[in-house]
């Protein structure tokens, strides 16, 4: 026998062996499934760390000081529960495990299953959780689901009714907003001033059929309410409280004198101002159609002009800024018509290091304006939104009516202009003189006597604020409306409301940075945070500007030729040749004809060509993302498997 022939082992042997092996793997195996479900650690791999929870919450729950109790109410076990609805539970009560762990103790979470008559159903009812019905379940007789949840401190409770899936990106912050409302039960005050009905109005058309019915607020009015005590300022007075921390204006046309006075003397008594202006809006409903442009005069614009200029600012009210980095396409029926107006801001646009703006990427801004100059002595400004080089003034007609137009005209400024911006530092007076007068009382002779008197005895005005004040600019009001900002849908009977953009991210998180809970500012922006192809719009925008140089060149060959035309046929009937031309000009109208045809024949290439190839970027990205990475990943198996192939065979 040979010596290096090894014994070959018995079957009993390797059964044996091979059991051994796959026992103590299966006790591997459990032994790690029971140490990971104890620790329950989890790996966020995203870039933005969109499963972690943000410093923001971090901070909130850090700063409890009284137990906090969350109570989880979820159907697991009804069986009309749908699938999706409990995939989504699962993740909300991992999040609830994140913020219990986070809490140091202060965050209690306590899970209910409410079955129909149960004790569970009647403390979900009690603490305002509604139960929904699934399609006909309702009418049939079936049971109802619950996915929602209440959180309390002492007295104060707050409910979040149905958790919908639809806002799973705002889940954080709806949470870390409840806590810290419960928390700090009471509300700052904050003053909204304006010529637009964000307070909901009555409807006149329903009045006409004699009945009453009043519009809803806008969202971000709802919204604001939630976290303050929100008190509407008539847009015609002529003192503004001493108490009110932050006042909001938003569009005010055509205010007065006093009013401004008594923004001034706000101001410089240390008061915080959020002003909303724009040149022209889409959403003034002064006796016009405003969801139909074609029907409707354009607004005169709303600005603070005395105010700007004493702050060493101006904001021409005469004209938009359009901007072809940051243009929108607006369908119209089968067509997609370019708005350069209309911007559709990116992460580009926002001011990257402030709080506020740092983390919005999407913003919709409809006909705004801009601010220039620079800011008086004393003052510091910081720049919150911005245009790209590639933007331009134009005139409001022409920016409602033909973005085709302003395209094809376009010459960029090359330089960035201020959408937003923020002053802090020393204010001084718009009114050197005092409060202005009353024009109607001046031109009385007969004015009494006691209203001398009492003129006599006002206070006099401040000329400069004594601390350092805040106040914030913004070039449009229209990006506040609903149909700018969110999306309202009705599931199972909820109105849930859903961001279009982060507009209301960026009101809300200005009015929390100047009179709220800071922390809330990060937590909610995250929530809007998205991924735009800037490489995209920044190609297309070059292949425009490339192709309208071309364009423009065409159409004013087409210009001259059909100026020329023109000429020769006043030359004809000048002579009184009105039905016979000569061989010569024949042949010259001819030849520039021919010009013509061919210009306009250049010129629809041009544009088609410009198209095609914007369409193409579009689908090879498209392609690139849908069947890019199940390539890579084929690839990549099929290579590993090669190599380990090759390794056994060598064996």
Not at 451 to 477: H, Q
Request: proline share 4%; aromatic share 6%; net charge neutral.
């Amino acid at each position: 026998m040979d010596a290096n022939v090894k014994p070959s082992k018995s079957p009993i042997t390797s059964y044996l062996f091979s059991s051994a092996g796959v026992a103590i793997m299966f006790v591997i195996m459990v032994a790690i499934y029971v140490i990971s479900g104890a620790v329950r650690q989890r790996f966020d791999l995203t870039q933005e760390r969109l499963y972690t929870l943000s410093d923001g919450t971090k901070a909130i729950l850090n700063g409890l000081d009284t137990p906090v109790e969350i109570r989880f109410y979820c159907s697991q076990s009804s069986s009309e529960m749908p699938v999706q609805l409990k995939a989504y539970a699962q993740q909300v009560e991992n999040l609830l495990d994140e913020y219990r762990k986070a809490s140091r103790g202060n965050i209690e979470i306590r899970k209910f299953d409410p079955q129909p008559d149960s004790d569970a159903e009647e403390s979900a009812n009690l603490d305002g959780v509604e139960g929904q019905g699934i399609g006909m379940g309702i009418a049939m007789g079936g049971d109802k689901i619950y996915l929602g949840m209440a959180v309390s401190c002492l007295d104060a409770k707050m409910a979040l009714p149905f958790l919908s899936p639809e806002r799973e990106k705002l889940l954080e912050y709806d949470l870390s907003r409840a806590i810290a409302q419960v928390s700090k039960p009471s509300k700052p005050v904050i003053g909204v001033m304006t010529a637009l009905p964000v307070f909901g109005e009555f409807n006149p058309m329903m009045m006409q059929a004699g009945r009453m019915s009043r519009q809803n607020p806008w969202v971000f009015i709802s919204e604001l309410k939630k976290d303050f005590e929100v008190k509407q300022i008539d847009m015609g007075v002529d003192q503004i409280e001493e108490d009110l921390p932050l006042l909001v204006v938003i569009y005010p046309r055509e205010i007065s004198q006093k009013t401004l006075y008594a923004l001034d003397q706000y101001v410089l008594r240390g008061g915080k101002l959020i002003a909303f202006l724009d040149p022209l809006s889409f959403m003034d409903s002064r006796g016009n159609n405003a969801m139909n442009p074609m029907q409707r005069n354009l607004s005169s614009g709303a600005t603070l002009e005395p105010l700007l200029k004493a702050w060493g600012l101006t904001f021409d009210v005469s004209k938009v800024v359009a901007d072809l980095n940051y243009v929108t396409h607006v369908g119209r029926g089968t067509v997609s018509t370019p708005m350069p107006a209309v911007l559709s801001l990116t992460r580009e646009a926002s001011n990257a290091d402030d709080v506020v703006t740092g983390q919005i990427d999407s913003l919709l801004m409809a006909f705004a304006g801009v601010f220039s100059g620079t800011p008086a002595d004393g003052l510091k400004q910081t720049v919150l939104l911005k245009t790209s080089i590639n933007s331009q003034l134009v005139e409001k007609m022409l920016a409602e009516f033909s973005g085709e137009q302003i395209s094809k005209d376009f010459i960029a400024a090359e330089k960035e202009q201020n959408l937003a911006i923020r002053l802090t530092g020393k204010f001084k007076t718009a009114f050197p003189d005092g409060k202005p007068k009353d024009a109607k009382a001046d031109s009385a002779d007969d004015k009494s006597k006691d209203t001398a008197k009492e003129e006599s005895s006002e206070i006099p005005g401040l000329k400069e604020s004594k601390g350092d004040g805040a106040v914030v600019l913004v070039g449009d009001s229209d990006m506040l409306h609903d149909q700018f900002s969110v999306q309202i849908q009705q599931i199972f009977g909820q109105q849930i409301v859903i961001p279009r953009n982060g507009n209301l991210t960026f009101v809300q998180s200005l009015v929390e940075q100047m009179a709220g809970n800071s922390h809330l500012i990060q937590v909610r922006s995250r929530a809007t945070m998205n991924r735009p192809f800037t490489l995209v719009k920044d190609i297309q925008a070059r292949a425009s500007k490339e192709y309208q140089r071309q364009i423009q060149d065409l159409e004013k060959s087409l210009a001259d030729t059909q100026q020329r035309l023109n000429e020769l046929q006043q030359q004809k009937r000048e002579a009184g040749q009105r039905f016979i031309l000569s061989e010569e000009q024949k042949k010259e109208v001819e030849n520039y004809r021919a010009k013509e045809r061919e210009a306009k024949i250049r010129l629809k290439e041009l544009r088609k060509n410009l198209r095609k190839d914007i369409d193409s970027l579009e689908i090879r990205l498209k392609w690139l993302n849908i069947a890019g990475m199940p390539l890579l990943v084929t690839i990549s198996g099929i290579a590993l498997a090669t190599i380990k192939r090759k390794k056994t065979a060598a064996k």
